[in-house]
């Protein structure tokens, strides 16, 4: 099973700052992926990190907002943008191996914007 | 159509007892269904995941059981224990090729309490 490292685990942002999310995987996988998970909440698609080109956002997300990179197969970060409280969540990167159907999780970043 | 329901909320079992969580969905082009198991503070951790071409799919003490006419699925956890004290979540998605089984839908997740 892939290994997916997150850096920050947590921060307490300032409204109107930005905070840009690190994943690291331990191996190559094809398809990199942002959730969201709001307090008390179920999971939530931001967006595909497609490596080499622009990610693929889903409804309700945008990349002035939610800018994603993938420069490798292992590695993508998340930045969200000019926060506001409403932003407070739990971010997961997930990744999907090469030879396997698995989606594996992250331990997240807990973001809190004050 | 792409919502997954998920029932119920939240789940209060014996030690020893039966967990059994409910999860619906419309689309029919859904063929992959995990069941994701999340500790507090933790990222999901994939449980079992079933294809449509199975009624029934078993690890351990934990079976996914399939009904592609209804379009429902559930997870049963046999013999739970207090260490299976979690958030549950079901969840769909439709197989897009090898290592690539496309956007997961989640439920809306199930806490469980297993009494000592």
């Known amino acids: 099973s892939a290994v997916i490292s997150q850096k920050p685990s947590r921060d307490i942002c300032q409204r109107g700052t930005s905070l840009t999310i690190q994943c690291q995987v331990d191996s190559q996988v094809t398809m990199m992926f942002w959730y969201r998970q709001q307090p008390g909440q179920s999971l939530t698609l931001i967006a595909t990190a497609n490596q080499g080109s622009e990610a693929t956002y889903e409804s309700g997300f945008v990349i002035d907002k939610f800018p994603i990179s993938r420069p490798n197969l292992t590695f993508s970060t998340l930045t969200v943008s000019n926060m506001s409280p409403e932003d407070s969540s739990i971010y997961l990167c997930t990744a999907q191996g090469t030879t396997n159907e698995k989606l594996f999780f992250g331990s997240g970043t807990q973001l809190s914007v004050l | 159509q792409q919502q997954v329901k998920q029932s119920p909320q939240s789940l209060i079992v014996q030690k020893g007892g039966i967990s059994i969580i409910n999860c619906a969905y419309e689309n029919t082009a859904f063929d992959y269904f995990p069941w994701y198991q999340q500790f507090p503070g933790k990222g999901p951790a994939l449980l079992i995941a079933i294809r449509p071409d199975v009624s029934e799919k078993k690890e351990g003490r934990f079976t996914i059981s399939f009904n592609k006419s209804a379009k429902q699925f559930s997870l049963h956890i046999m013999d739970s224990q207090p260490g299976d004290s979690a958030t549950y979540f079901c969840?769909?998605?439709?197989?897009?090729?090898?290592?690539?089984?496309?956007?997961?839908?989640f439920g809306q997740g199930t806490t469980l309490q297993v009494k000592p």
């Open positions: 969840a769909a998605s439709m197989y897009q090729g090898p290592g690539n089984t496309g956007k997961l839908i």
